[in-house]
């Protein structure tokens, strides 16, 4: 609902708030009657407009639903190139058939005496009659006619003829191919039909010189000739014989050999070995020869005597088919590509995939074989000969994709005399391919990767080679790759790659937007495609297509991520583009966003971020370019994006812009070097508009700030140590007790000689720095340069040349480590970890790290509450530390300095001095003699941003997951179950509300600090002030759970809040240092996890010990409203997961109470500690409403809320004196009603949601419920237990959202639940 209609939906039912204190729901939905503003009653009838008002209740937005929440804590970094299905699909050791041995044993006129003939008997060899000329003629052309046959198949190849050879001359023939073929693949064609069959134990038969006899030549010694890999092809009677003892020989082979045999051979056999060639005359006599070499022209003779066209066609006809086999426009060449795109769906489907890819992928000439091997098997079953392979194929000749095949064999020849009599009529193409993409339309809209894969799917590969079909073909690829990972690697495997890449050199502009969606899902499988395509220069496809501002933005988006992983860790990539000019084309649009921003999709700034990052990622040369085009400043305002991902990737590409420099070994070069002064003030800003992302909301972008200083780190380890060892030097100055000591680890004696010098605080110590850096980074006045921190390294075949980074402004060196130590103390357990690393970098070991308890002050919060600290310390001459990067500095009185410097530095950092006693830190990454860089680099924490991105792109795009339906219907049932309870409270009439229905003991040490009830189930959660939360079922009076909030020792727990309760609910607890954590699955025991972690409060005001936050959560806007002891209200979105306001209190009191209203979004009204009470609405200019003080005695409000219903001003207070004031902030300045509840001991207030209670709780073991009119409906005293023992005094209550159930907790850790009905206690 919009502000404007909740607006509208407001002045219809605000009345004058003496008489009508509610607006009931039932009344509304009856659509009978509604209030205007003047307070007549008047009959509407609108049933549409009454559900409308009544979902003001019901909240819409759901937030911390995004990829980012899911198990970011447990993430571990991988990028596309680590799915598990990598390259499976890619052929290892691609091979080609350098020569061909060419074979013939005819002997023609001469029968072999174990050959008894038929007649008619099949004559032909190579559809040539060898008794239609000489013999010796005849075999010559045979022969050359074979050569040419093949040679259609691999041109490239060098062919050997042998006639009816001798021993010896085959001998030469099988040496000098393979001499010639080196380690390329030797076919042996062998036609043996005018020699005896093969024997059993494998030999072949041969000639002698005088050809009287017939030599026997064994198949061992033909395999030690041609070695391998090698193709064998055996045309003759009893073929099988030769392909068993083949067998047997690789058998033994292998068993004798100690490793795993590397032989690749394989056999082709006309027949089994009990088998004879058909010697039927309408057969060839080679017909195993004829199907392999000529399968179009066999396979369509076969069809004729087969099919109705017997009688009317002339075999001679198809001789003369028109057009060629390459052109796929003419009847010849259609019919050849259709038989490949059947065969190859055929063996895909059959064979296993290995298999098919050694057969079908790995080399042209065996792939065309065995597709005509194919045939042969299916033509010779005809005869009662079956054709065999080693390897050995499943049975194909009856699959159904032959009758595909027939289909597209009748209509050719169906027209076939028709343009060979008048050459004007023109060629009707086979409906062959768009049936076979209708059919595969057809499984994509009902398969799943559970069901058979589709079949049609090497036939799309085959499509892609036709203009007419193929935009169709890649739009239905598309869509089947976004089924998922396994659909790419299917088709990848189907050998789709090569297609989809020799596209890119095509100009069709409306191929362009389908073929970059088909990458990125390529890429998003496999990363090692950047080679195939930088090398085919593709990448100059995707910059073009990234610069064309008329594709969508979604889509310039996919064409970034796929520069990103063309350039990801492959340097030929980053520059080809970088060459290419794709800096300047994301630079541009960066700038043009900038400027739009209202008209720019999140993700296209997302990648063009991502994909700089990378280009400039250990690649001086590109991030002198990216310098020189002034990117960091182009970067600043991205670091404000609403987006939590853009400002990861924003922050990540500033980031690998820093200089990395792995060389510990060279902090003994001069000081007196000469640095450009304009490039220190870029790398300062660089590193401001890092430090920025520390107060960020989103743990996705501080973990980004983290990796960004551990590579600051690494380049100006030096400086950080001295800016660190600065504090230690400082522990001798008496007014700086408190400062933390760091945890020095053993080093080297050089290194330490090296450090101390710099130790100095003289020279070195940030704390001895005038002006030190006032107020936010951004605000201070200089231009947004960029860091030039690489522009003298120089690089060579990658490897970047060690130099010393140029030394920066001590301030910025002392806000760095600070930063690191904040990152250390990080509410997110995984960027506390990276934080820790970081510290690791330089000298810091955090295993020396502990929190303490001073003796002279309270409990220190959590160090992660530094960076919104706005305590100042004032050193040397009156300059100041800031310790916050977003507000502006309020300079404290001098006498209150040490107090906010206790605060921030909670840490005890233990340290052990080396051996001079001014050395600075050591350097744990240091061995003896110092380490390599590769070592060093193994410390660097690894960025999660880019790999997390990337998973983004691995999920389906084009279709809404499947269970959206499934969370609407939830969400229905839950809306409607809401609306019949808000109802139902409505027009409640309590009575007492006493009943106690549960009682739970909770076991807290400290007793129960906080509570909350689920809206849809009997569940309780507690918890105390350890921050130990347990969840428990009050109906079945079971622990559901138990778990802490954090392991930091700095504990106290402010509220429990419940995010998205319509939907799939959330836990939001607060804890008292102002650090919010967002909990799923919290009701599981164990298995609770942590979603998202931040710090919702900003610097202190002076004097200040401990935060003391407040905090409300607002579900109808989505914002957090959180305060304590600063002087300001932050309003927090927590989709954006960023702060979207800063509410000045205009008070020089802290804030003690908060409530956000449940029904006006952006309202929310505040108690202060002196007694007054404001209401505030941030969606006004001014943002303050209202403020009166109604509380006479001016004592801590206690507890403040709004009244249930729609009215926007009324609001009840409590104070710690005992009096519960009503008020109308908008009409009243005083209380219209005051009720004395408690006398000095109120301890909580609670108002129920939508029902006329109030309840309050005292110290003196005392509830007391009223209603609106101020009219005591019950009190509940807590007696003696049958131990006598007292009862402690009430810590919190809480009502339920839509019942009217109320729980209390105690400070003895017991939480009882109250109801009106009488209810046997639990």
């Known amino acids: 609902m919009t502000l404007g209609d909740l607006m509208t939906s407001q002045t219809a039912v605000v009345v004058d708030h003496e008489n009508v204190d509610r607006v009931n729901i039932r009344d509304l939905e009856a659509g009978s009657s509604s209030i205007s503003n003047n307070g007549v009653v008047v009959d509407n009838g609108k049933a549409a407009a009454m559900t409308t008002t009544s979902m003001v209740y019901l909240p819409q937005n759901v937030c911390f639903c995004e990829l980012r929440h899911d198990a970011f804590e447990d993430y571990v970094p991988s990028g596309p190139a680590d799915t598990g299905l990598v390259s499976k699909w890619r052929i290892k050791d691609r091979m080609k058939t350098g020569c061909v041995a060419l074979v013939l044993c005819l002997n023609i006129s001469v029968d072999p005496p174990d050959v008894i003939k038929i007649s008619p008997c099949a004559r032909m060899q190579c559809w040539i009659d060898p008794f239609s000329v000489a013999p010796q003629r005849a075999l010559e052309t045979i022969g050359r006619t074979l050569n040419e046959q093949y040679e259609r198949w691999q041109p490239k190849a060098r062919y050997k003829i042998s006639l009816d050879p001798t021993v010896d001359e085959l001998k030469k023939l099988c040496t000098t191919c393979r001499k010639y073929a080196k380690s390329e693949r030797v076919l042996f064609h062998y036609n043996g039909h005018g020699v005896p069959k093969p024997t059993p134990n494998g030999e072949i038969w041969l000639f002698n010189k005088s050809y009287t006899q017939y030599i026997p030549l064994p198949i061992s010694d033909l395999d030690s000739w041609l070695k391998t890999p090698s193709i064998y092809v055996f045309d003759c009677s009893a073929a099988g014989m030769i392909v068993n003892a083949f067998i047997e020989l690789q058998n033994l082979t292998a068993s004798s050999a100690s490793g795993p045999s590397t032989r690749d051979c394989i056999l082709l056999a006309a027949c089994e070995a009990h088998e004879t060639v058909p010697q039927s005359a309408e057969f060839p006599a080679d017909v195993f020869t004829s199907c392999l070499t000529t399968p179009i022209k066999m396979a369509l003779r076969w069809f004729c005597t087969r099919s109705l066209l017997r009688e009317s066609l002339d075999y001679s006809l198809i001789d003369r088919i028109p057009g060629r086999q390459t052109d796929r426009k003419t ?35 065996v ?33 159904h994709m032959w009758d595909a095949w027939d289909m597209a064999a009748e209509i050719c020849l169906l027209q076939l005399p028709t343009l060979l009599d008048d050459p004007n009529v023109e060629f009707q193409p086979s409906p062959f391919f768009t049936e076979q993409l209708t059919a595969f339309e057809v499984w994509l809209d009902h398969g799943s990767e559970n069901k058979k894969p589709p079949e049609q799917l090497p036939i799309v590969l085959q499509v892609l080679l036709s203009q007419c079909h193929r935009f169709r073909a890649l739009v239905l690829l598309g869509r089947f790759l976004d089924m998922g990972l396994w659909a790419v690697d299917l088709a990848l495997s189907v050998g789709i790659f090569p297609y989809v890449l020799k596209l890119l050199q095509t100009t069709t502009p409306e191929l362009r937007q389908i073929l970059v969606f088909i990458w990125t899902k390529i890429l998003a499988l496999d990363k090692s495609c950047q080679v195939d395509l930088v090398k085919d220069g593709g990448h100059v496809y995707f910059i073009r297509f990234l610069d064309s501002v008329e594709a969508y933005p979604e889509q310039r988006a996919m064409a970034a991520f796929v520069l990103a992983v063309i350039v990801d860790g492959h340097r030929r990539g980053q520059v080809a583009c970088m060459e290419a000019g794709l800096i300047n084309v994301c630079l541009k649009h960066l700038q043009g966003s900038i400027a739009n921003d209202a008209q720019t999709e999140p993700l296209f700034l997302q990648w063009l971020c991502l994909c700089l990052g990378k280009l400039w990622e250990d690649f001086t040369e590109a991030q002198v370019r990216g310098l020189q085009a002034d990117a960091p400043a182009i970067f600043v305002p991205l670091l404000s994006q609403s987006q939590p991902e853009v400002r990861a990737a924003s922050i990540f590409a500033l980031g690998t812009l820093l200089d990395v420099v792995f060389d510990t070994s060279r902090d003994d070069i001069g000081e007196d070097e000469d640095y450009d002064d304009e490039e220190i003030i870029r790398a300062e800003v660089i590193m401001r508009s890092l430090l920025s992302g520390l107060s960020d909301g989103s743990p996705l972008v501080r973990a980004e700030v983290a990796v960004a200083l551990a590579r600051f780190a690494f380049g100006h380890k030096k400086h950080l140590k001295s800016a660190a060892a600065a504090y230690l030097k400082s522990q001798s100055n008496s007014m700086l007790t408190s400062l933390p000591s760091f945890a020095v680890k053993s080093s080297v004696a050089g290194d330490s000689q090296s450090i101390s010098r710099d130790g100095r605080v003289s020279t070195s110590s940030p704390v001895a720095t005038p002006g030190f850096m006032h107020g936010s980074p951004l605000s201070d006045g200089s231009s947004h340069h960029s860091d030039s921190g690489r522009l003298g390294d120089a690089v060579t075949n990658g490897v970047v040349n060690h130099k010393r980074p140029r030394p920066l402004d001590n301030s910025v060196y002392s806000q760095c480590v600070l930063a690191m130590c904040v990152l250390s103390k990080d509410s997110s357990p995984r960027v506390a970890g990276l934080g820790r690393k970081v510290l690791l970098i330089i000298g810091i070991d955090q295993n020396s790290v502990k929190s303490t308890v001073e003796s002279t002050t309270s409990p220190s919060p959590s160090f992660a509450g530094l960076n919104r600290s706005s305590s100042w310390f004032d050193m040397s001459g009156g300059g100041h530390l800031p310790l916050t990067f977003r507000t502006p500095p309020v300079s404290p009185p001098r006498s209150s300095y040490l107090t ?25 990454l240091l061995g003896s003699g110092g380490s390599s860089g590769a070592s060093e680099r193994s410390f660097l924490p690894q960025s999660t941003i880019y790999n997390w991105s990337c998973g983004h792109f691995s999920k389906p795009l084009l279709n809404a997951a499947d269970d959206s339906e499934e969370i609407i219907t939830r969400r229905e049932e839950k809306e409607k179950l809401a609306l019949d309870l808000i109802a139902k409270c409505q027009h409640c009439s309590v009575n007492r509300l006493h009943n106690q229905i549960a009682s739970w003991d909770t076991k807290f040490e400290c007793g129960t600090a906080t509570a909350l009830l689920q809206p849809f189930s009997p569940v309780v959660i507690a918890s105390d002030e350890s921050e130990r939360i347990r969840v428990w079922n009050y109906k079945e009076a079971t622990l559901l759970n138990s778990f802490d909030n954090h392991g930091y020792p700095d504990k106290g727990i402010s509220k429990l809040c419940l995010v998205n309760e319509l939907d799939q609910s959330l836990l939001l607890v607060a804890s008292s240092d102002g650090n919010i954590r967002i909990w799923k699955d919290y009701t599981a025991r164990g298995q609770q996890k942590l979603v998202s972690a931040f710090s919702s409060i900003q610097g202190l005001r002076p004097g200040s010990r401990s935060v003391n936050a407040v905090v409300d959560w607002q579900q109808q806007s989505g914002y957090l409203f959180a305060s304590g002891e600063i002087s300001s209200i932050m309003a927090w979105d927590l989709e954006k997961e960023q702060p979207v306001n800063t509410t000045p209190t205009s008070s020089a009191c802290s804030i003690s109470a908060l409530s956000a209203s449940q029904v006006h979004a952006g309202q929310f009204g505040a108690g202060f500690v002196d007694g007054s009470v404001k209401l505030f609405d941030i969606r006004m200019p001014e943002m303050l409403v209202c ?26 207070s409590a104070s710690q004196a005992g009096d519960i004031q009503f008020l109308d902030m908008r009409n009243l300045k005083e209380a219209y009603l005051t009720i004395d509840a408690h006398r000095g001991s109120l301890t909580s207030l609670a108002l129920h949601r939508h029902a006329p209670l109030v309840a309050s709780g005292s110290s003196k073991q005392l509830i007391k419920v009223f209603n609106l009119e101020g009219e005591q409906l019950g009190t509940i005293r807590y007696l003696s237990t049958f131990m006598a023992q007292k009862i402690g005094s009430v810590r919190c209550l809480t009502f339920h959202p839509y019942e009217v159930l109320l729980a209390a907790g105690a ?8 109801a009106d009905e009488v209810a046997p206690p639990r």
């Not at 605060?903 to 001079?916: A, G, T």
């Not at 400070?1307 to 109250?1314: E, G, L, P, Q, R």
């Open 367 to 399: 792939a065309s074989l065995f597709r005509n091997f194919l045939l042969a098997e299916r033509i010779m079953r005809s005869a009662n000969c079956s054709p065999i392979s080693y390897p050995m194929l499943p049975p194909t000749h009856q699959h």
């Open 1187 to 1212: 403020s009166t003080r109604p509380h006479p005695k001016a004592e801590r409000v206690v507890g403040v809320g709004f009244q249930p219903g729609l009215q926007p001003a009324k609001v009840v």
């Open 900 to 924: 906010g410097i206790r605060r921030v530095y909670s840490l005890d950092f233990r340290h052990h001095l080396m051996n001079s006693p001014d050395s600075g830190l050591a350097d744990p």
């Open 331 to 365: 009847p010849l060449g259609e019919l050849n590509w259709i038989f490949t795109a059947v065969t190859d769906t055929i063996a895909w489907n059959v064979l296993p995939r290995d298999l098919f890819q050694r057969l079908f992928r790995q080399d042209l000439l």
């Open 1307 to 1314: 400070a003895d850790s017991c939480v009882s639940i109250y």
